[in-house]
């Protein structure tokens, strides 16, 4: 093993986390070499500087005007055209981690790893798999998830996900099962990954159910099991009913126990609604984690960073950067929320016509893009017969649960969407 990666892992001998570490986690280190001898010589050399593998001119990028000109004029060359460093842009990772703090409050004077950029939550989420995830790990979560877990966890990282009915009978969050799920792994280590709001369900705990998933998870690691919990927060901040839970599971599990390690994944792509800047940020914690620890755990993500995708796009997180310091910022991102608050409002309320038919049940939701049924019929018969017959696009997350995407959908078509669904589901059902 590499003595870089030796160091590391001496810096998390001790904690819990360590032994959290997938194989391929226990080997990442960042390199000594070209990215830390640039950074050196960007301090002293102040004669030549020979080091980084861009094309500069009086020390500054070269560029082509054509490509510069589509920018603003407020933005410099290198705030365009530069690398960004592997974590990326400094003062962009500050002010994430402060907003985090403003809208977790729970969060304030409790310690994290700084926000690590990553190219979307799709690369957050797979770089953190790899770091903790070996081949044959359990990874509980709910039996309504977003498909892309299984490429992540099934077909990447080889390990073995651990379904649970993510409602009960009553419509409640399923607290009870997750705990069964954690508790039927065999294995020390077990891997749990909560999405909220839900894709494809829209739901979010309200506040007491989130309460008890916290609970039910300490108490846990508390009694010995060694807990990786991923708050995949993609969807952050669209909440829409009062007694929805409006912090993200991390700002309580961050501390809860040094046997959990908590996870999150958030990111401009939905909240800032910035879906291609490809920005999305990797942050750690867990009770009585040392700065040296945290320090370690950094490194090795950086060094994965390092040895997948390298850096983010610099434009995007400039840009990011300065709409976020710029005036109207909170403004228009409450705006955002407020459209797709609308839209959601007017589902629910169409919804509420159909409550006794049998062909569609809707899960419950009350946060998010999206809300899903469960269809009498066969879902995927049902999509089709949509898009074939009434040209109307929707999607088959399971054998009986259809998706909407009521984020993508104007408001004043919401209500004629839903009657084309039910009359859809009423002639599939039908024949
Ligand atoms: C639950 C969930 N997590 C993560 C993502 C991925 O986000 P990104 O586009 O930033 O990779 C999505 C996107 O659809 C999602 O629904």
Known sequence: MNELAMELNKALTGTNVYEMLSDYGKRMYVPNGIVLQSAEAKQKAKRYNATIGTALEGGVSMYMPSVKSLFSEELSPAEIFAYSPMGGNARLRELWAEEMREKNPTLRGKKTTLPIVC????????????????????VVLPDLYWENYNLIIDEQREA????????????????????N????????????????????????????????ICAALTDIAESGKKLVVFSDDAYFGLFFEDDVNRESLFATLCDASP???????????????????????LTYGFKDATEEALNALTKKTLGSVRGSFSNCSTPAQSILLRAM???????????????????????????????????????????????SFHTACPAETLRQHLLNVYETGSICVGEHVLRLAFSSVDADKIESLVSTVYQAAEDVCKG
Request: one cysteine or more; proline letters at 5%.
């Open 325 to 371: 310091q710029g005036p109207t910022y909170v403004e228009e991102k409450k705006a955002g929320v407020k459209k797709i608050g609308e839209r959601y409002k007017i589902l629910k309320d169409t919804l509420s016509r159909y409550k006794d038919n049998a062909n569609l049940t809707p899960y419950p939701f009350n946060s998010g893009y999206f809300m």
């Open 119 to 138: 190219g979307g939550l799709t690369s957050a989420l797979s770089l953190a798999f790899s770091l903790f995830a070996d081949k044959g790990d359990s």
């Open 160 to 179: 073995k996900k651990v379904l649970f009915d993510m409602f009960t009978p009553g419509g409640n969050f399923n607290v009870e099962g997750l705990k």
């Open 181 to 212: 799920a954690v508790l039927s792994v065999k294995k020390d280590k077990v891997l749990v990954i909560l999405n909220f709001p839900n894709n494809p369900t829209g739901y979010t705990p309200t506040q007491t159910e989130a309460k008890a």
């Open 259 to 281: 046997n959990l390690l908590a996870i999150k994944c958030d990111g401009a792509t939905k909240e800032e609604m910035a879906w291609g800047f490809r920005i999305a940020f």
